[in-house]
């Protein structure tokens, strides 16, 4: 099935020059990575290839080849220019899925500016510290979006510029320019910014465990890496028809919803519309997806509404499928194997990692539940929670830690140098993230550092017990997080949604508790079961258990600007 040679030898040969060399990074003094996700694709011919098939909530579709992606981040890039942006602004994406989103991303990239996506669902709050603290110059948003910037705006002195880019006819208040990308005249032609590989190119922002959320910012020559990873973890290949679910707001959705895909030159579908299993099974069958990128909670809201409903489907298209954002419960592996014939394949990454680094690499062997191996050019190891130091014994939890220097790594938190330091330990990068190594190499996610639960010494991952509680047929979603005990120090609670059909009552938890304590060790079993008809998530499906184990322990519950549900 797969197109890529085995792990094990690709790991060994290794070098980032493989993907320096198939792309051709740097020839001409050309590192601006926006030249090779649209010029370069269609100077090697492929101009008429479809880049981007689009479809909107009502149904309404739109298309647009690598040579129209080239021409329109041109106009762009033209009109950003003659309003005075330079290399080094920054420029913010605020806007749905559509595409004027993506195209723009590259325009902008070419003048040399940075990007700065935020997710289009942010409130004033979330918006304005990710404004203040990046010093936004210029907003692209639509018109559905515009108020909430304009109710910030007088505290926002740096903000120059509010470029609304389907205003058509309409009325727009002061210092806010209507664009349309169709209707200005095609720019063949654009003198992208020599950038250099190390200069800025896109400000993620991440919400940490406290404090105020934080601007990853990555470079250039990222691409090298979200190039090779696209290729050989995700195994895409111009030829297939890829859709990535995320949304660029998220860090998935612009390195391999916008920069791996389009620099290996391969048609995108993307679905600007909220989640359905029937409408995402729709989508697949109606364009033939052949590479599916998405995230455990859709996997398991898939899940939810069963296997039936995948067989009234045409999903014979597919061919590779991966997960990625959250651990993916080895039930979800084994479900997706039965049901669409081959399993999610997980990978692991951050938005400090720029691109993928362990992963379920493409023939190698799944072991449902673990993450999968390093990809190859990454060194990554546990460290001892203490030392720092890298255990040496197979099967002990530690903490994540990669040896810096991959392409794609954030350069710097903005404004926060001190915060990107402290990541830093003995030479490590360290993820924030606990997880053991077993004796084939393979990573076992346990919880973010933060999440662990260490009851009466023993540490317990809440990702062991939320896939026992998710076996059960009554369980549609769960969380468990650690709450006060006097004598363990801390036990573990689970919250617990139900699916359609069944109603929270002492039968049900009984029957749960009854069907998990068969699966968990003694120390790992909920101490208490409470039902919620849904539980906090980030906008990018990552459960919160942060604020759920805060409640518990009456603590501050910190920033929650990225939650799904405010
Ligand atoms: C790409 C992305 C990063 C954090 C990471 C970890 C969790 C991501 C995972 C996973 C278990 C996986 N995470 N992938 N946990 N298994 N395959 O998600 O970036 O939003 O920065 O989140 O997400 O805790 O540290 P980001």
């Known amino acids: 099935m797969s197109n890529i040679g085995s792990y094990e030898s690709k790991y060994e040969n290794f070098d980032w020059d493989i993907s320096k060399k198939e792309l051709e990074y740097g020839k001409d003094g050309m590192y601006n990575l926006a030249y090779y996700c649209s010029d370069r694709i269609c100077e090697q011919g492929h101009g008429k290839q479809t880049a981007l098939i689009w479809e909107g909530f009502k149904g309404e579709t739109k298309q647009y080849t690598f040579d129209q992606v080239r021409v329109f981040s041109n106009v762009f890039a033209h009109f950003l220019k003659d309003k005075g942006i330079k290399p080094g602004d920054r420029v913010c994406l605020f806007m749905d899925r559509i595409p004027e989103l993506y195209i723009s991303f590259l325009g902008i990239l070419k003048t040399g500016a940075i990007v700065q996506p935020l997710f289009s669902a942010f409130g004033e709050d979330a918006l304005f510290t990710r404004l203040d603290d990046a010093r936004t110059k210029v907003v692209l948003t639509t018109v559905k979006h515009v108020r909430k910037i304009r109710r910030i705006r007088e505290k926002l002195p740096e903000l120059s510029l509010i470029i609304v880019v389907d205003a058509g006819e309409k009325k727009l208040s002061e210092n806010e320019i209507a664009f349309s990308m169709e209707t200005l005249p095609k720019q063949e032609n654009f003198e992208i910014h020599k950038a250099g590989p190390e200069e800025p190119s896109v400000l993620h922002y991440t919400s940490g465990t406290t404090g105020k959320p934080k601007g990853a910012q990555h470079v250039h020559s990222s691409i090298i890496a979200q190039y090779i990873t696209a290729r050989w973890a995700l195994d895409i290949t111009p030829e297939d028809i890829y859709w990535c679910t995320a949304d660029p707001g998220w860090v998935t959705g612009t390195s391999y919803g916008i920069i791996g895909p389009w620099s290996i030159g391969v048609t995108q579908v993307i679905l600007d519309s909220g989640f359905s299993s029937e409408k995402w099974y729709k989508f697949i069958q109606k364009h033939k997806v052949t590479v599916w990128y998405t995230a455990p909670t859709a996997i398991r809201l898939l899940m939810k509404d069963g296997t039936d409903l995948v067989k009234q489907h045409d999903m014979s298209s597919l061919r590779y499928m991966i997960s990625v954002g959250e651990p993916l419960n080895a039930e979800a592996v084994i479900w997706s194997k039965d049901t669409f014939g081959m399993p999610f394949y997980d990978s692991y990454w951050q938005t400090e990692t720029g691109a993928i680094v362990i992963t379920n690499f493409p023939g190698m062997e799944v072991k449902p539940g673990s993450m999968g191996r390093p990809f190859p050019g990454i060194t990554a190891t546990v460290l001892d929670l203490r030392t720092f130091q890298p255990i040496t014994k197979t099967g002990t939890v530690g903490l994540i830690a990669l040896k810096p220097g991959w392409p794609s790594m954030f350069r710097t938190y903005w404004n926060n140098k001190e915060m990107y330091e402290s990541k830093f330990k003995n030479g490590w990068y360290i993820c924030g993230d606990r997880a053991s190594i077993d004796a084939d190499g393979y990573y076992w996610f346990v919880g973010r ?85 849904s539980l906090p998530k980030t906008r990018s499906g990552k459960i919160m258990r942060r604020l759920l184990r805060a409640k518990e322990w009456g603590e501050e519950i910190g920033d929650t600007s990225t939650l799904e549900n405010d």
């Open 449 to 533: 550092d933060d999440d662990v639960i260490n009851t009466g010494g023993h540490l317990v991952g809440p990702f062991e017990i939320e896939s026992a509680l998710l076996e059960h047929e009554a369980v549609a979603e769960s969380a468990a997080v650690g709450k006060p005990d006097p004598v363990n120090m801390e036990v573990v609670k689970a919250f617990v949604a139900l699916k359609p059909g069944f109603e929270p009552s002492a039968d049900i938890e009984l029957s749960i508790m009854n069907f998990i304590r068969k699966r968990l060790s003694p120390l790992a079993m909920p101490q208490e079961i409470e039902f919620v008809d």
